[in-house]
């Protein structure tokens, strides 16, 4: 009878234990993802295109991801920018409406898919770096090159962390291109732009590990470096993981 009432109490102790444990998500460097919305037919934009590129370089390697979106709204002041995209310009809208503003406007950059700004604004740019680097994420990406061709790049992921209600994108950029501007407000100028998205997927099923594979879009040139991002979201488009790689 004792002996009974012993495991009895052990497996009631037990229970309590497992009820106040609390399971504790691993913890990891946080990740900035800088949008930048811009267009080589836009006057202000340049300063903002030259401090993303500053910024890429100068965080490289430090969890700071920044991507240039050229839309396509300028377009029609007289330079057709051909890195522009109707659905770069539908990815802003987006974000407005999460945002609930009632305008889009360049350069503006969103940080981590939260908040948004002027995007040649440089004190801000670095206060807004700072602060979300100092927030850790629960999730960490890790990236391998499989294959490259002229065609496709083929690579793959893990990622750790709970995945659940989660979205992820691919994101394929230019890393530097150079225009000379013929026409618009910006006519007879010569633009160099920085990681320039060319082709943006989200994955319709993705797992914790596994690959996949990129086509490289015509715009693309054979002496074009290329970079790739991963980027993973949760339903409110708020960014809670990132990883790169180069081509």
Not at 23 to 48: M, N, R, W, Y
Not at 170 to 190: F, Q, S, Y
């Amino acid at each position: 009878m004792k002996r009974k009432y012993l495991i009895t109490l052990s497996l009631f102790a037990m229970l309590i234990v497992t009820s106040f444990t609390t399971i504790v998500e691993p913890k990891h460097d946080g990740v900035v993802v800088l949008e930048l919305f811009t267009s080589q037919g836009c006057s202000s934009c340049p300063s903002a295109d030259d401090l993303l590129g500053k910024v890429s370089d100068e965080f490289e390697n430090k969890n700071v991801f920044a991507l240039s979106y050229h839309v396509d709204y300028w377009n029609y002041i007289g330079w057709n920018d051909p890195f522009s995209q109707k659905e770069f310009t539908q990815k802003q809208r987006s974000y407005a409406q999460k945002f609930r503003d009632n305008q889009i406007y360049t350069p503006a950059v969103v940080v981590n898919g939260k908040e948004h700004f002027v995007g040649s604004n440089r004190a801000k740019m670095y206060a807004k770096i700072k602060s979300y680097q100092q927030k850790s994420s629960t999730y960490n990406i890790s990236l391998d090159a499989m294959e490259n061709t002229s065609e496709t790049i083929k690579f793959n992921y893990t990622i750790d962390g709970n995945i659940t209600a989660t979205n992820a994108r691919v994101v394929l950029v230019i890393k530097e291109r150079t225009t000379h501007v013929k026409r618009g407000e910006n006519a007879n100028r010569t633009l160099k732009n920085h990681n320039i998205v060319v082709a943006e997927t989200y994955l319709t099923t993705f797992e914790n590990k596994g690959n996949y594979a990129v086509n490289i879009p015509k715009i693309v040139n054979k002496n074009d470096e290329l970079r790739l991002f991963f980027i993973l979201e949760n339903d409110s488009k708020d960014i809670v993981g990132a990883s790169s790689l180069d081509f």
